[in-house]
């Protein structure tokens, strides 16, 4: 069976951090580019960051770039979400997708249709 699953949210304070993980089963990563998006109550989707299938290089949206890090693990099967500085606007449910076919671009993940496979999400609350 094909599935993702993300888990590490929770609540956290401004300025703090979370890992947020996203592990396959059923399907190889290093084949996918491996998007995450988040989604806050009443906003659209927002893609936050993108690792591609391969040599897995990364890509960031302008809101959280130099305070997100994804990377992966080849041999876990598993990519991770590494939050740091969050801010309470980054508050949301986040999700990862794996898409075969596309290249990671931030304009290719406002596509409705981005990925193949997509995680359950975890809810991420940043708040004193």
């Known amino acids: 069976q094909l599935q993702l699953v993300e888990s590490g949210g929770g609540l956290v304070q401004p300025g703090g951090s979370l890992r947020l993980s996203c592990a396959a089963s059923?399907?190889?990563?290093?084949?996918?580019?491996i998007g995450w998006f988040r989604q806050a109550p009443g906003k659209e989707r927002e893609g936050v960051g993108c690792?591609?299938?391969?040599?897995?290089?990364?890509i960031y949206a302008d809101s959280v770039k130099g305070r997100f890090t994804s990377s992966r693990d080849i041999a876990k099967n598993t990519v991770y979400l590494q939050m740091d500085s969050l801010k309470s606007e980054d508050t949301a449910v986040y999700y990862c997708a794996a898409d075969y076919w596309t290249v990671c671009t931030m304009r290719d993940m406002s596509r409705e249709q981005w990925g193949d496979y997509w995680g359950q999400g975890t809810q991420v609350t940043v708040s004193s």
């Open positions: 059923g399907l190889s990563l290093v084949h996918y580019a």
């Open positions: 690792i591609n299938r391969g040599g897995g290089s990364t």
